[in-house]
Nanobody, 119 residues
Framework: QVQLVESGGGLVQPGGSLRLSCAAS????????MNWYRQAPGKQRELVAI???????NYPDSVKGRFTISRDNAKTTVYLQMNSLKPEDTAVYYC?????????????WGQGTQVTVSS
C-alpha cells in the first residue's frame, strides 16, 4: 500500500531552521509531483512548495526565499528545508504525491508533522 511518512517537525525559535523529510513507498516515486502543504489551526490547507517529477520547483510568495524543496528519487524521499522561520509558519505540514495516470488524477497524503515556531 502507499505510504508517505513525514518526519523532522518540532519546536524552533523564530529565525531558526528545520528540515522536513517525507519518505514514500508503494508508488513509482519518480513519476509523481511532490508537494508540501500546511494547515494552521482555523485556516485552510495551503500549498507551500512544489517539485515536479522533472525537478521544477515553485513556491508561494509567503515562503519564497526561505523554503527549499528537493527530492531524491533513489531514496524516494522529498525534503523541505525551512529557514528564517516565523511564528506564522506554525502549522501541521503534510506531504502530498500527485500525478495524472492518463486522465485519472492520483493523489496520496502523509499523516502530517507539527512545526511550531515560538520563543
Amino acid at each position: 500500500q502507499v505510504q508517505l511518512v513525514e518526519s523532522g517537525g518540532g519546536l524552533v525559535q523564530p529565525g531558526g531552521s528545520l528540515r522536513l523529510s517525507c519518505a514514500a513507498s508503494g508508488i513509482i516515486f519518480s513519476l509523481y509531483n511532490m508537494n508540501w502543504y500546511r494547515q494552521a489551526p482555523g485556516k485552510q490547507r495551503e500549498l507551500v512548495a512544489i517539485i515536479m517529477s522533472g525537478g521544477t520547483t515553485n513556491y508561494p510568495d509567503s515562503v519564497k526565499g526561505r523554503f527549499t524543496i528537493s527530492r531524491d528519487n533513489a531514496k524516494t524521499t522529498v525534503y523541505l528545508q525551512m529557514n528564517s522561520l516565523k511564528p506564522e509558519d506554525t502549522a501541521v505540514y503534510y506531504c502530498n504525491a500527485a500525478r495524472l495516470s492518463g486522465s485519472v488524477p492520483m493523489e496520496h497524503w502523509g499523516q502530517g508533522t507539527q512545526v511550531t515556531v515560538s520563543s
